[in-house]
């Protein structure tokens, strides 16, 4: 009975402080979700209470006059190409670093390793100059280049313990058979550490889609503004037009493609993470 007693009270004394957490995590995302479908005066009168009706006058605002479809569309292209770009360039470096020992491979995944430690704030100006000697800057392709080569160091770290566990005696056999070295690293290695792949490029692309930084850095001209840059553009503008009901819905448009693409993939993301952890 004791024993029983103490561990209801271990677990209320876990399970409170998360469920405190969790309230005051969703609770502003309630909040702002609420605050898309009201007006200004709505917002005003009472700003904690649900709206009188459900306006959604609000999203149109931002989508059309404040052009946010043309940032959820550059934001959908950077995305796409620097999670794909970095995936190409990983896949192989991983394999050729896993697989593949020559002189100085260990020092190279070091240096890997410790491209994770250097703050990328560090880079940013570099990295200006050079896009503006390739002609790339304001360009959405040099920012989804940058995107990628970014998170290129973490995505090799998490593909090559996945790769490490692959019996080398599958490789063996292919090459007994004559598939060449890029067959077996597609056909073969890839198929067999999808779970890491799908984690990193989930993770890569959430992290492309809410980049706000390098994205004001080497972006300039309104029309290649990402989603990031046009609600900042926004927040902006509603501390003098009061827009604040369209920069809840701007925020609302961002946030849902997010939630929607952890939602679906949330049993991946956990099942990849844990097994890189046990396979590291």
């Known amino acids: 009975m004791k024993r029983t ?22 609770y502003p995302i309630f909040w702002m979700f609420l605050g898309s479908f009201k007006t200004n005066a709505e917002i005003y ?8 009706t459900f306006n959604f006058q609000n999203y149109v605002m931002a ?9 959820v569309f550059n934001s959908l292209i950077v995305t796409v190409l620097g999670a794909i770009l970095c995936l190409i360039l990983a896949i192989p470096t991983a394999y050729a670093i896993e697989r593949i020992k020559f002189k100085g491979s260990h020092v190279l995944f070091t240096l890997y390793i410790s491209a994770m430690m250097i703050p990328m704030v560090l880079a940013w100006i570099p990295l200006f100059f050079l896009l503006a000697q390739l002609n790339l800057l304001d360009n959405l392709v040099g920012l989804a280049v940058v995107y990628a080569l970014s998170q290129l160091p973490f995505t090799i770290f998490v593909l090559t313990s996945f790769i490490s566990t692959i019996p080398k005696s599958l490789e063996e056999s292919a090459a007994i058979d004559g598939m060449s070295p890029y ?14 792949i799908i984690t990193v490029t989930i993770m890569n692309t959430i992290q492309f889609w809410n980049e706000y930084f390098m994205a004001l850095i080497f972006l300039q001209s309104e029309g290649n503004y990402t989603l990031a840059l046009a609600i900042d553009y926004i927040s902006n503008e509603a501390q003098y037009t009061n827009a604040w009901g369209t920069l809840f819905a701007s925020l609302v ?8 693409l952890y939602a679906i993939f949330q049993r991946r993301i956990t099942k990849g993470m844990t097994e890189g952890a046990i396979k590291g």
Request: no cysteine; proline share 8%.
């Open 5 to 26: 007693v103490g561990q209801l009270m271990a677990r209320t004394a876990l399970r409170v402080p998360l469920f405190l957490w969790t309230v005051a995590v969703l």
């Open 45 to 52: 009168s009472n700003p904690w209470g649900l709206p009188e």
């Open 63 to 71: 989508w059309t006059d404040y052009n946010i479809s043309t940032s």
């Open 183 to 196: 067959g077996i690293l597609w056909k073969i290695v890839t198929p067999l550490t999808m779970s890491g």
């Open 253 to 260: 448009i961002a946030i849902i493609p997010v939630i929607i």
